[in-house]
């Protein structure tokens, strides 16, 4: 469906601002009044990330008159695989300062707000109100249920976009005029079983697809133009080059848009989400060990069996000296269960503890009482005991 433009046109465009936008005023339904419009909007991007990175870009070089970035982190290196907008001389930078830099250099007119600091219920709804849109880049959770719902009670639309493997998705969420994100997925996955970026990985150029479409349905509610994605999940395969639709209706029982709302305000997005569930939380309790511990374990060669719970390729970048692989999968199939000794003390260990922590639960629950996992993973270990092996 059409919807009218979201915000007023500008009083007009400078001379050099009509030759930079050329190719936009010759299109008709953008014109000079949409390009105003654009230059009128203030568009805030939350994170400077993988999809962050080319919807700041494009953001910028459309001529969006105020940009507002939401990042508190620091460019490492294994983030210049897919995030275009820093690069080899920003590792170690703060995010927000490195993409607000690269925004300059690609358009001086553009003016460019920071806010470094971690998004959560004290700051959403003061930072967004600022703003007319929304591009959510966000990569957990917590953080897309607590930006769905500030836009819903401040009835803001936001562009959405998801990104893992070869897969993207994208959508518009508007709650006056369609669905919103909980209309979609009402309740989060339990925790482990959808894993991140950092984790399952993500082909580089795939950010670039999924954060192109997001800027496009900016421009579109911008401007007033075409069709938004409201009501409508985009799917694109890049394995098979394929783009699919799904109708999502709105909810009248959903909790938040719905006709008789239970969340009225801002919750506990990490508690809702359960970032690691009550039973890892109680398992790892008393049964945490640090890669210093393992260390000395090692060293005094106790009868110890090291299980990697990473993936294949995880373990092909990195390993524990002596720990042989188990992805998680197989043990909360209950199918590596048999094949654990019962003479040694298992000690799991992941990427940074969370999954370790997930099997770690298993395992007691089956009577391995002993068991134990490596607090901070093999990112701990690399840190403390062997940085000169690569991390990612």
Known sequence: MSLPPLVEPAAELTVDEVRRYSRHLIIPDVGMAGQKRLKNAKVLAVGAGGLGSPALMYLAAAGVGTLGIVEFDEVDESNLQRQIIHSQSDIGRSKAESARDSVLGINPYVEVRLHQERLDSSNVMDIFAQYDLIVDGTDNFATRYLVNDACVLLNKPYVWGSIYRFDGQASVFWSEHGPCYRCLYPEPPPPGMVPSCAEGGVLGVLCASVGSIQVTEAIKLLA?????????????DALEMSYRQVKIRKDPDCAVCGENPTVTELIDYEAFCGVVSDEAQAAALDSTITPAQLKEWIDADEKI?????????????????GARLVPKNEFLMGNALGDLPQDRRIVLHCK?????????????NAGFAD??????????????????????
């Open 305 to 321: 069996d090291i299980i990697d719970v990473r993936e294949p390729n995880e373990y092909e970048i990195v390993s524990i000296p």
């Open 224 to 236: 007033g133009v075409g069709d938004p994605l409201v009501g409508r999940l985009m799917i694109y």
């Open 352 to 364: 940074t503890g969370v999954r370790s922590a997930e099997v770690l639960a298993v395992l007691k």
């Open 371 to 392: 068991a134990v996992h490596v607090g901070g993973g093999v990112i701990g270990w690399v840190n403390q005991i062997e940085p000169e092996k690569p991390v990612y």
